[in-house]
């Protein structure tokens, strides 16, 4: 089967503390979340969106609250792109998080690290 886009179209991080959750990928990542209207019949969920650029091959995303829904390990690993993945791993524990794999050769496919952020999600940066 011959792909005619990425796969990934959507991603959500489930957090505990929408406010805190917000704060660590704002300072981590340099960018600020947008927050998303209450969606009609889901009173107990919210959302924050990251920063999207319409028709971009990247997936878009969101921060996600719901009560059904706990965050923590072993879910979804999600890669931001970066320029230099170190320098958003340098944020990460300032920022609440941990850095759980420092930034690593992956040869010809660039270099990446894995860090937990401040929910207990486990997220990685890649950067070429």
Known sequence: MELKQNLVCWFEIYVNDMERAKKFYGRVLNLELMDAPEMEGMPDMQMAFFPW?????????AL????????????????FQCDDCSVEE???ESA????VQPKMSLGE????????DSEGNIFGLHSQ
């Open 53 to 61: 650029v319409d028709a971009s091959p990247n997936a878009g995303g």
């Open 96 to 99: 609440g998080g941990n850095v």
């Open 109 to 116: 496919h660039g270099f990446c690290s894995m860090c937990m």
């Open 64 to 79: 996600v609250k719901m009560n059904d829904m706990p965050a923590g390990a072993g879910g979804t690993m999600i890669y």
């Open 90 to 92: 340098s944020r990460v």
